[in-house]
């Protein structure tokens, strides 16, 4: 069973910058697309940003600017980088991986880390 295992949240000032790792296997890497989701309290998750397994990164347009995401495959790592940090960026952080197959069915293969909590405040 592969496993997704995040690190890096806690509590930061508004102004600050924060990085978020995400530990996996080299064949979750090789293979599945990389997200990135928050979920601020009393709100929905939101998809923050993606990489996928070539290395192109794209990311949701509210947060464009502020976060970078990128991988280490020595060290089997993708990391979130959240700069300029706002209280609204306040949430768990998960870790989400995510392959297919376009066949017939359709094949899928979902994983999520526990979620790691950044909290933005003075």
Known sequence: QEQLVESGGGSVQ??????????ASAT?????TINWYR???GKYRELVATISTSG???YTTSME?????SRDK????????????????TAVYYCHAHWEMMTM?????DYWGQGTQVTVSS
């Open 56 to 58: 192109d990164t794209s």
């Open 74 to 89: 020595a060290e089997n790592t993708v990391y979130l980088d959240l700069l300029s940090a706002k209280p609204e960026d």
């Open 105 to 109: 069915p359709p094949q899928e293969s």
């Open 28 to 32: 979750i890497l090789s293979f599945y």
């Open 65 to 69: 600017g502020r976060v970078t995401i």
């Open 39 to 41: 979920h601020p309290p």
């Open 14 to 23: 508004p102004g600050g910058s924060l990085k978020l790792s995400c530990a």
